[in-house]
C-alpha cells in the first residue's frame, strides 16, 4: 500500500515557477507509474503529467508541454514536477496517484480511474 504526500504549492503570479514533490511510503514507487493530477472546482481531475518509475518515460498534456518537466528519484522514492511560466489557468489542487504502467501511457495517463493511492494535494495558485 502506497501512502502519498504531495508539497510545494503556493500562491505565484503569472510567469512564476514552483517545484511540487510527491512522496511515497509504504511501498517502493518503482513497479508503478506516478501521475500528477489537477483538479478545479466543477472540473473533472485531469491528468497533467506521469513518469514511469522503471524506465522513466514521461507523458505530458498538451497545455504545459515545454513548461512543466516531471521527474523521479527512485531511490528517495519520490515524484517531482517543476512548474515554469506558470499561467492562471494552472491554478487548481495537483494530486499525485499511481496505476499499473502501460505501454500507451499517453492513454493511461488521461485516465484517472485507472489510479489509486491518492494524496491529499497541493493548493497551486496563479494570480497577480
Known amino acids: 500500500q502506497v501512502q502519498f504526500v504531495e508539497s510545494g504549492g503556493d500562491l505565484v503570479q503569472p510567469g512564476g515557477s514552483l517545484r511540487l514533490s510527491c512522496a511515497a511510503s509504504?511501498?517502493?514507487?518503482?513497479?508503478?507509474?506516478v501521475g500528477w493530477f489537477r483538479q478545479v472546482p466543477g472540473k473533472e481531475r485531469e491528468g497533467i503529467s506521469c513518469v514511469t518509475m522503471s524506465d522513466g518515460s514521461t507523458y505530458y498534456v498538451e497545455s504545459v508541454k515545454g513548461r512543466f518537466t516531471v521527474s523521479r528519484d527512485n531511490d528517495k522514492n519520490t515524484v517531482s514536477l517543476q512548474m515554469n511560466n506558470l499561467k492562471v489557468e494552472d491554478t487548481g489542487v495537483y494530486y499525485c496517484?499511481?496505476?499499473?504502467?502501460?505501454?500507451?501511457?499517453?492513454?493511461?495517463?488521461?485516465?484517472?480511474?485507472?489510479?489509486?493511492?491518492w494524496g491529499q494535494g497541493t493548493q497551486v495558485t496563479v494570480s497577480s
Open positions: 496517484a499511481a496505476a499499473l504502467p502501460d505501454p500507451l501511457l499517453s492513454m493511461l495517463c488521461v485516465r484517472s480511474s485507472y489510479f489509486g493511492f
Open positions: 509504504g511501498s517502493t514507487l518503482n513497479t508503478y507509474t
